[in-house]
């Protein structure tokens, strides 16, 4: 069958009429010249590195056991330097605000004075901490890990789903697929000018230590624990910056500090990055039945001897009902316009939208704005009736616990499928990853999430989600394909015709062994947002009404190629070893 980009979707590979956008010709060469029987190979050798690495994920409740590898797909997202460029601007102008908001709720509150937010949506939040007002925080940064959450959608224009600015994971994997990716498939990554990723561990380590409170200060990583679904990251980062991996119980509060017990005695710690919810930090101060925290943690914070990272009550900015005034943080704080839009969003505690919202639920996709990992969704297109009904009861008796988002295509890109051999279209969406201190530093890329079931709108891997290497070029793309032996070993380029000889060629249309397969997706769309929540998409546009304004009811060579082949078996072999 034949790969279509078709015109309902933006694809991430191919533009109109099928044409291999500049930046992905590099790409679909090596595809075109490998075939399908060797790309197939090499990812199963994925599948063995991944679990031999204990590379997994947790999954609750699901009868088929917990532990899971994490599904990869081997065919990488490409962004071009111009591109990527826009979305780091953007990115970095968002967080900047965020930033200016929390240290200002947490102090004078002008922006709520100003009626700029109302303080009703800030204060009801369920994130928001008054045990920590006040709180002076260290280089006045409140979120200095995040994880903002894209899409892109019908044509192409990059939308942000969500803030995650709690402890947003999953770039532990982004790092484990390009380190397997650049194993398994070195040969890809030649000529291709892809920017490095490695440096996120040794960049997030100085950001952690330029909070200590003293010089060269003890840096730990709290974890609940073995049985979290994220625990493979908080290990990985761990060891990764050379720091110690703790639990609550090993740490202690003693003479206003906090110290950490170790087999050569205490030892003080002077920066935690969390992955703990605030609720668990101190039964002390918020839950009392939490055995996951330290008692009397937050007096140590509270009085500057230790750093948190995220600051406590940093989630009052990722409330997905407060998700909806960033623009205005934008402009209110910066005296800017905001560079990457929202995603349209009703909130239930707005008369006027929560009048739309049941009017037009079967038209919608309700969230509840502390869910997490797609649970506590209604997806008003695809339900029943009596589902439907059941939900807006919990609607209608608690308002301010829900958004609704229209339904909007999200992009595609080609994924490869064992069961079938082909390459099909699914959707995707990406999470890039910001670090905050003296300076703002993005990852080149993130965490491209994947819906792997055919037909599946849904990107998070506790609901059959994967995950794909993102790559940011150093360039735009080449407007004149080059050619395999170049692209694997650096020599003088191919013939462009001579690619169809290969077997399994990588064209849209084609009628050959590597030809894509229409994946049969329904025309409308949706995707997983940050720490799992799945949501809607559908672009601003620039005439948007405020905030507070419902919308109208209608908006909404094959011997020396073998020769380069047995070249990167070589590599990925000592790869493996090491």
């Known amino acids: 069958m034949k790969y279509e980009p078709g015109s ?9 009429g099928g044409t291999v956008r500049p930046h992905y010709q590099g790409i679909r060469e090596y595809l075109a010249a490998q075939g399908v029987e060797e790309f197939g190979r090499r990812h199963r050798l994925l599948d063995l590195a991944f679990r031999n690495q204990g590379i997994t994920f947790t999954v609750y409740g699901d009868s088929q056991g917990t532990e899971r590898t994490f599904p990869f797909d081997p065919v990488p997202r490409v962004i071009p330097a111009s591109e990527w460029a826009h979305v780091e601007a953007g990115l970095t102008q968002r967080v900047r605000a965020l930033n200016a908001f929390l240290g200002d709720i947490y102090s004078q509150a002008q922006i709520l004075g100003d009626g700029v937010i109302p303080s009703e949506l800030v204060y009801t939040s369920a994130h928001f901490r008054r045990e920590v007002h006040g709180i002076r925080v260290p280089l006045g940064l409140y979120t200095h890990i995040v994880g903002t959450d894209l899409i892109r959608n019908e044509q192409g224009e990059y939308l942000v789903l969500e803030d995650n600015l709690r402890s947003p994971s999953g770039v532990s994997y982004l790092l484990a697929n390009r380190q397997a990716m650049t194993r398994i498939y070195p040969g890809m990554f030649r000529g291709q000018g892809v920017r490095p990723v490695g440096h996120y561990t040794s960049t997030l380590l100085h950001l952690l230590q ?20 994220a625990y493979f990251e908080h290990a990985y980062l761990a060891q990764q910056m050379g720091v110690e991996l703790v639990e609550g119980r090993d740490l202690f509060v003693d003479a206003g500090r906090v110290w950490m017990r170790t087999t050569g005695g205490r030892r003080q710690v002077d920066v935690i990055y969390r992955r703990i919810d605030d609720d668990f930090l101190d039964p002390l101060t918020f839950r009392p ?48 316009e905001p560079l990457l839009n929202n995603v349209p969003t009703f909130l239930g505690w707005n008369p006027d939208h929560l009048e739309y919202m049941l009017a037009h639920a079967d038209e919608l996709v309700f969230k509840g704005v502390g869910e997490a990992g797609g649970y506590g969704m209604l997806l008003g297109p695809y339900a029943t009736r009596e589902e439907v009904e ?20 999200l992009s595609r890109h ?35 999430r994947v819906a792997l079931r055919r037909g599946s709108l849904v990107v998070n891997s506790s609901q059959g989600g994967g995950s794909k290497d993102t790559w940011v070029l150093d360039h735009d793309g080449r407007a004149t394909p080059q050619g395999m032996s170049q ?39 949706q995707s997983q947002s940050g720490g799992g929540t799945q949501s809607q998409s559908q672009s601003q546009t620039q005439g948007a009404p405020p905030v507070g304004t419902p919308p109208p009811p209608d908006a909404p060579g094959q011997h020396s190629f073998q020769q380069e082949l047995e070249k990167d078996e070589l590599d990925t072999t000592s790869g493996e070893e090491r």
């Open 8 to 16: 309902r979707f933006f694809d991430e590979m191919f533009g109109q």
């Open 390 to 409: 059941a939900y807006l009861v919990k609607v209608r008796s608690a308002p301010r616990e829900f958004i609704a988002q229209p339904v909007v295509g």
């Open 210 to 229: 330029s909070l200590s409170p003293r010089e060269n200060g003890t840096v730990v990583v709290l974890t609940p624990g073995m049985y979290n679904s």
């Open 289 to 336: 039945d939490s055995a996951l925290g330290v008692a009397g943690l937050v007096e140590v914070y509270r009085q500057g001897r230790v750093a948190i990272a995220n600051a406590i009550g940093t989630g009052v900015a990722d409330d997905k009902a407060v998700y909806a005034y960033v623009p205005e943080m934008i402009r209110y704080y910066l005296n800017e």
């Open 414 to 448: 080609p994924t490869f499928y064992p069961d079938s051999g082909e390459f099909e279209p699914a959707h995707v969406d990406l999470r890039p990853y910001i670090l905050c201190g003296q300076e703002v530093t993005i990852v080149p890329g993130g965490l491209t």
């Open 487 to 525: 692209l694997l070993s650096g020599g003088a380029p191919l013939n462009v015709q001579a690619q169809s000889q290969y077997q399994g060629g990588f064209e849209p249309g084609a009628a050959t062994q590597g030809q894509f397969q229409s994946s049969g997706a329904q025309t409308q769309s």
